[in-house]
Structures are given as structure tokens and as C-alpha cells.
């Protein structure tokens, strides 16, 4: 059984691009949760999907950043007009019921020049 | 907002010895989960703990759900060089089932 599946694992994008992030959740998997981590601190919570809805998004900045899980296909956390401070990982969760256990991915590395 | 606060921050250990971290969050949690991350990868889970006071082994590791339920520790047995990482603690609500709140984590060096 496949893990949680990231993609790409390191992306570089100028100011003011844009970037796209995928997740793949584990097979069986219909909850998927997206995490940021800077240098040296804890991973911190950004947002709760189940497949088409948007279920908790209370630590996602309120512009420029979206995120969704469409019905067919993996979870995107976009986020438009990048900025240096939004250099970070961004890590990707599954899990098959909302009290169960999280699988994390490898994450994606995302550095804005 | 949440918060947790691990330590200790880093551990500088010989090979062989004992380790042990701890959690203490200024509120309650139904859940305390530990995870190792090491380097360029996603966090990994090691210990899930469910009720307060409850003790959970997993090979040399064990952790603890404290009876507040504000606060867990991990003891790592017999240090290995392989256990070099970085261990984070992890709590979650009751009504946020989903989202966990995560420490800043131990940084842990294992010299042989």
C-alpha cells in the first residue's frame, strides 16, 4: 500500500508566482490535512479537507492561499503571488476517519527567490 | 492560539544511555501522539495515546498521556545511533479531531 504521495518534493518559484502543490492521500484515505513547516520549529496546522469540502481552515492566511480536495484526483494547496516568507515545507496528512492516526508524506520544499 | 512547549530542545547523548523528553500544553488534549522526523522527510509516527494516564511501549520507546492530560513524556531506552532525529509531540482535541498542534521538537544526537 502506497504512502502519502507529494509532489513536486522541491519547488522554486520567483516572487509573485505562483505555486501548486499536490497530495496524494493513502489509498482508502478521504481526509487529507496540510501542515507548514519553517526551519527549526513544528510542523503547524493549515487546513482539514474531506473529498470536496473544506472542513477546518482556521490556520490558513486569509489571502493567498487556497486549498482543495476535489472528488477525483489529489488535494492542491495553492498559493498565488508567492513571497519570500512563504518559503517553507509543506506537509500533506491522510487519514481514513478524522479520529485516526495522521500519515504524513515527504513534503514538499518550496523556496521563493 | 495553541501551545505547546517540548523540551528539552536538543539532547546530546552517548550511545547506550537513556532519554527521556516531555510535553506541557496550557490546555487539555484527548489525544497525545509522538512522532521522529528525520531529515528532508515527513514525520513519522512512533506512540498514539488516547487516555489520560495511559502507558504505551513500542519496542525501546514508551510514552505517557498525563493524568491532567495537559502534558506526555517519551523515554527512549538503550540509545541507538539510528535514533538521531528530531522528535516532535502532537495534541489533539476532542472537537478538532482533524487538526493537531505540534511542538517545537527535541533535536536528539546520538554519539557512538
Known amino acids: 500500500n502506497a504512502g502519502v504521495m507529494q509532489n513536486p518534493r522541491h519547488l522554486v518559484r520567483r516572487r509573485g508566482q505562483e505555486a501548486r502543490l499536490r497530495c496524494s492521500p493513502m489509498k482508502g484515505h478521504s481526509h487529507v490535512y496540510w501542515y507548514r513547516q519553517l526551519p527549526e520549529e513544528g510542523l503547524k496546522f493549515m487546513v482539514y479537507l474531506q473529498k470536496e469540502n473544506i472542513i477546518d481552515e482556521s490556520g490558513m492566511p486569509k489571502e493567498r492561499f487556497s486549498a482543495e480536495f476535489p472528488k477525483e484526483g489529489p488535494s492542491i494547496l495553492r498559493i498565488q503571488q508567492v513571497v519570500r516568507g512563504d518559503s517553507a515545507a509543506y506537509f500533506c496528512a491522510s487519514s481514513p476517519l478524522e479520529i485516526y492516526e495522521q500519515y504524513f508524506g515527504p513534503g514538499t520544499r518550496l523556496t521563493v527567490t | 492560539g495553541q501551545q505547546l512547549n517540548q523540551s528539552p530542545q536538543s539532547m546530546f547523548i552517548q550511545e547506550g544511555e537513556d532519554v527521556s523528553m516531555n510535553c506541557t500544553s496550557s490546555?487539555?488534549?484527548?489525544?497525545w501522539l509522538w512522532y521522529k522526523q528525520d531529515p528532508g522527510e515527513g514525520p513519522v509516527l512512533l506512540i498514539a495515546?488516547?487516555?489520560?494516564?495511559e502507558l504505551t511501549s513500542n519496542g525501546r520507546l514508551t510514552a505517557q498521556f498525563g493524568i491532567t492530560r495537559k502534558d506526555s513524556f517519551l523515554n527512549i531506552s538503550a540509545s541507538i545511533p539510528s535514533d538521531v532525529g528530531i522528535y516532535f509531540c502532537?495534541?489533539?482535541?476532542?472537537?478538532?479531531?482533524?487538526?493537531?498542534?505540534f511542538g517545537d521538537g527535541t533535536t536528539l544526537t546520538v554519539k557512538p
Open positions: 502532537a495534541g489533539r482535541h476532542g472537537t478538532n479531531a482533524g487538526k493537531s498542534t
Open positions: 490546555s487539555i488534549f484527548n489525544t
Open positions: 495515546l488516547y487516555k489520560a494516564g
